[in-house]
């Protein structure tokens, strides 16, 4: 059969014929019966030439729920290739877009700008990236595509790339008095055209309603065409007729457009300009000393300018009416330019005077300005913006090695991110509110970042802290984001998307409630859901169901028919109750396949485990209902004296559960010290009953008169996997991790392996090579999970093992010695270790600060070096906070009166209010005193009673009023107590610092006191 549609490219029409032709393969990829190809069910085209292909997907001969889709070019110019394409998968739906498309025929030898004939497939296969040249490793559609007559033509920044050569044609109008002098003889010419040989275009003019146009020749009336003699008026982007000496062309709008001219067949068409806008302060290349403060930002803060050497301009600021502003240089109050003496107000567009220490210049009008200033003629100009508006990742000009996975697509695939060599971006990602994500390297996950401790939702436009194998990242609300990452700094920031494309990507379709499975299971007439339960992101699973033989079932959204799912396809006959039979898909046990529309039938009537994992390529798996224990228990000569009622018997650890960062269902582990010669063996209670010596797999031990044995004493790893049937004993390996590895996350790394202790105590013993979170792991070679998944830790003196979440991970220094005794479950950490080098300043971070939890802009309490910092801050709403130091993050439990002792995990809580802190980490402790009092103290009245300065709530300053004179020493004081005071600098106050803050220049001046922010303001009344 074929299939035919046609792409309009801007500027010409170019004809894309698919036809689809049954084809049989002669090389046969994978075994037929056990996998499916992908199936092509129909095409579609955008004006741009992207191809989106609508397809059945295939099902491969893997045991695992992945099979990744793209799509394929199988021949070029009659040459069979094998060349996967750059694909989006959305649902069932595949694109290509045309600059991915071009750029693939060029490195299969085809020139730019030439025409093409190539044929297209759906690959499938189990790997994301398979090689071209590996053909067992993919199945394509047995249909193909034929694809002829398609222009390859790459991108590049200019629409109008290929007319190089200055055409003999210009445009006359209104614009340039018709090309006839103006009042002082001035002629302004014609404007340029540009030909690629056959067309000509006058690119990117600026024109006014109601402007006349014609096109001439060489300048001359000799040959001009204006309308056609039937022609009155154009359309935006569709040719009109010419004739030789027409009517005037009338400008519809105002607008930027592109002229192309056809002279040989007297056509034109106006389009709105492809070309990107000049941007008018390209000129402006050096960062200027002047710079804009005022009310917007409680005159707390410089908006920069840049200048062109005289000039220097602000663009694209917002003010409200109202908003009041002063120009300064240096950020310094020493030379500010206000209104000048009789200049009250200004007109847009218009210089106005300025002058040195000027009244505050404020703006008339909401809007969006670019502010001017020339210092050296004391003028200024405010302007609505003009400043352009250019792609915001235009210097994101590489692939970056980051990207993001999550259960957007079930944890199966990598969405990738460009990077500008600092930041990496992914752009116009469509999400639902509730999807997770990571970012991870090379996609992998050796190297991944989530939410760092203590951080658990994020807010839109603020960085918050990432941290490798991190929380997931939760997306708030539906919506199109750009999700930008700073892995050297670890931080994170989701903005709503600003990139280009953003305004092609719909933000998807609210995902369902609840999914359910709905059929004739239990006798049901297709009346009856029963809903599966959602396990991870957008798994859902039901267990032990109980499916009779001769029943068929499917899966559905919400308790509706508006999206379900079952079999790919009809591969067995069942007989129909009513008589005769129907087609149905019979599952394979174990192995997932790929969701379509056909009822699920299962061989054997038995209880199963359904999974089903909706994601852009839906899955179902279906396995038998294993009945697994909710403990396992050793006991043996050492362990328990073979008494079950002995508190030495082993009761083994489960490995963490959690799909799918750590698929272990069903398996537990322990360490001991064992002795040769001495028996043990396994059972799910503490009873005679069901107790075992093995699995179906069994190594590293023997067993001998019904009893386990190892063949050496030691140290041993006993990891069961009851699930799949092992039982598992090797020499025990543990590792440190983290921050006492030099903050290396890598696994089983020799540096950090534990020994056997030399003093013939049967501990495990290790000096650590550096300081900070105690966090140990141990390995094991039959592991399905990762470390953290088998993760203790030390607390109170005991081996306390990770269960599920995060610990309260100890904090330690270097040099100290941790020991282990596995056997009695305690451990310790010996000797006082290398002493703590203490930075001067200490972040702390919270929901109560704008930005909430930031780890590089949060508030700073300042010290010595000493271990001991202090500081006033405001905390409002219902805070939340820890405390950040040299990149740690510092958690603790409340105490009495504001006290609080630190080296916990959990955020720290408080009223709302203003505080003075002491921190102390050398003594792990930390109190808060409330602030009702704040005074500005100083030699402007002899140190007498001072100025109390006024809260405002919203903006979170003190303000007041203080006449200074030259020199002028002040402080500022809390609570009417010198105990509680700061002084140090304007821009850097500190409750630290010796001494007062010297006020160089006198004046009567308005005092702005932001603690957030470490700044006492002062500006000229």
């Known amino acids: 059969m074929k299939k035919v549609f046609s792409i309009i490219a801007a500027a010409m029409a170019l004809l894309l014929g698919l036809s689809s032709c049954m084809k049989e393969e002669t090389r046969i990829v994978f075994d037929p019966s056990a996998s499916t190809a992908p199936v092509i069910e129909s095409y579609e085209a955008t004006s741009d030439g992207d191809v989106l292909v609508t397809f059945t997907p295939g099902k491969m001969n893997i045991n695992g729920p992945i099979t990744y889709h793209m799509l394929a070019i199988t021949s070029v110019n009659g040459e069979k290739v094998s060349k996967k394409l750059n694909t989006s998968i959305s649902g069932n739906v595949a694109k290509v877009t045309a600059t991915n498309l071009s750029r693939a025929l060029v490195e299969l030898k085809c020139e730019d700008g030439s025409k093409a004939d190539f044929t297209l497939v759906v690959r499938a296969a189990p790997l994301k990236s398979p090689e071209d040249d590996q053909p067992d490793s993919f199945i394509d559609s047995k249909e193909e595509a034929e694809v002829t007559d398609y222009a390859v033509v790459l991108p590049s920044g200019d629409p109008y790339a290929r007319y190089v050569d200055l055409s003999e044609w210009g445009l006359v109008g209104s614009i340039n008095n018709w090309g006839n002098p103006d ?90 300009s492809l070309m990107p806008a ?50 300064r240089k240096d950020g310094d109050w020493a030379e500010n330019f206000g209104f000048a003496a009789g200049v009250s107000e200004y007109t847009l567009d218009e210089e106005f005077a300025v002058e040195q220490g000027g009244p505050n210049i404020v703006i008339a009008e909401s809007g969006d300005y670019d502010i001017f200033l020339d210092p050296e003629n004391a003028t200024a100009r405010i302007i609505l913006t003009q400043a352009v508006a250019v792609d915001p990742y235009a210097a994101y000009t590489e692939v970056s090695t980051w990207s993001v996975i999550g259960s957007f697509n079930g944890w199966g695939g990598d969405v990738e991110m460009v990077t500008n060599g600092t930041l990496h971006v992914a752009k116009a990602f469509a999400a639902n509110k509730g999807c997770e994500f990571k970012f991870r390297k ?15 939702e994020y807010t839109l436009d603020e960085e918050f802290a990432v941290e490798q194998n991190g929380g997931n990242i939760i997306i708030l609300e539906d919506g199109v984001y750009d999700l930008i990452l700073d892995p050297d700094n670890a931080t994170a920031k989701i903005i709503k998307s600003i990139a280009p494309e953003a305004g092609d990507t719909p933000a998807p379709e609210p ?106 390529a839906p899955t179902i798996l279906i396995e038998e209902y294993k009945e697994f224990p909710d403990h396992l228990y050793m ?4 362990f328990g004296s073979w008494t079950w009622t002995s508190d030495d018997v082993v009761e083994l650890t489960p490995v963490i559960h959690n799909p799918p960062y750590s698929d272990a269902e069903a398996q537990w582990w322990t360490i001991r010290y064992f002795e040769a010669g001495k028996g043990f063996k396994f059972c799910a209670k503490r009873a005679w009953d069901g107790d075992f010596t093995g699995l179906e797999t069994n190594d590293g031990y023997t067993v001998d008169s019904g009893n386990c044995f190892v063949a050496e004493s030691g140290f041993y790893m006993v990891h069961i996997d009851y699930k799949n049937g092992k039982l598992h004993i090797e020499p025990a390996r543990v590792f440190l991790i983290g921050d006492t590895m030099g903050g290396a996350w890598d696994e089983n790394l020799e540096a950090g392996a534990f020994s056997l202790n030399t003093d013939g105590s049967k501990t495990l013993v290790k000096e650590l090579p550096g300081a900070g979170q105690l966090r140990m792991y141990a390995a094991s070679s039959i592991a399905t999970s990762p470390w953290w998944s088998r993760e203790f830790t030390i607390l109170d003196g005991k081996i306390q093992h990770r269960l599920s979440g995060e610990l309260d991970w100890p904090t330690v220094r270097k040099a100290q010695k941790v020991v282990l005794d596995f056997n009695a479950g305690t451990g310790s950490v010996e000797g006082e270790g290398e002493a703590p080098q203490y930075k001067t300043e200490i972040m702390v971070a919270g929901n109560c600060f704008d930005p909430a939890w930031s780890d590089s802009a949060s508030p700073k309490l300042l010290g010595k070096g000493d271990g001991e910092f202090k500081g006033a801050l405001v905390m409002d709403g219902t805070p939340e906070f820890k405390f950040i130091h040299d990149g740690s993050w510092i958690g603790g439990t409340a105490g009495e009166a504001g006290s609080y002792t630190l080296g916990a995990n959990d955020n720290m809580t408080i009223a709302a209010g203003t505080y003075f802190w002491t921190v102390n980490l050398a003594q792990n402790t930390a109190s808060a005193t409330q602030i009702t009092k704040v005074e500005l103290m100083g030699s402007f009245d002899s140190w007498g009673s001072g100025i109390e300065l006024t809260f405002d709530s919203a903006s979170k300053i003190y303000t007041g009023e203080v006449t200074l004179s030259d020199g002028a020493e002040i402080k500022v004081r809390f609570n009417g ?31 702005s006191l932001d603690l957030n922010k470490g700044t006492l303001t002062l500006t000229n009344k």
């Open 183 to 272: 009042a002082e003889g001035t002629v302004t010419p014609d404007i340029e055209m540009w030909t690629n040989g056959s067309l000509h275009v006058a690119k990117g003019v600026k024109l006014s309603k109601g402007d006349e146009i014609k096109f001439r020749k060489n300048s001359s009336w000799d040959l001009n065409l204006g309308y056609g003699e039937d022609v009155t008026a154009y359309e935006l982007g569709e040719e009109f007729d010419l004739t030789e000496g027409g009517a005037n062309i009338v400008v519809a709008e105002d607008g930027v457009y592109d002229l192309i001219l056809d002279p040989v067949s007297k056509k034109a068409t106006i389009i709105t």
């Open 278 to 327: 000049e941007d008018p302060y390209a000129a402006y290349t050096e960062d200027s000393p002047w710079s804009l403060i005022g009310s917007f930002n409680g005159w707390g803060g410089d908006v920069a300018m840049v200048t062109n050497g005289t000039l220097h301009v602000a663009k694209n600021i917002h003010f409200d009416a109202g908003t009041e502003f002063k120009f």
């Open 442 to 456: 090379d996609a992998d996950w050796t190297v991944n970042f989530g939410y760092a401790a203590g951080v658990s």
């Open 511 to 616: 995902k369902p409630e609840v999914w359910s499975l709905i059929g004739t299971v239990g006798g049901a007439n297709w009346d009856k859901d029963i809903d599966l339960t959602n396990t991870n992101g957008d798994i859902w699973e039901i267990k032990n169901v109980a499916i009779g033989s001769g029943e068929v079932f499917k899966i559905r959204a919400d308790h509706d028919w508006a999206k379900s799912y079952g079999g790919p396809e009809a591969n067995f006959e069942m007989p129909k109750a009513e008589g005769g039979t129907e087609g149905v898909f019979k599952a394979e046990l174990g192995t997932a396949f790929n969701a379509g529309s056909v009822n699920i039938y299962i061989a054997e009537a038995g209880a199963y485990n359904i999974i089903f994992t909706y994601g852009d």
């Open 635 to 638: 006991i043996g000569d050492q």
């Open 977 to 1007: 107590d010198w105990g509680y005071a700061m002084a140090g600098t304007l821009d850097r106050l500190s409750a630290v610092a010796d001494g007062n803050i010297a006020v160089a220049t006198g004046g009567s001046y308005k005092i």
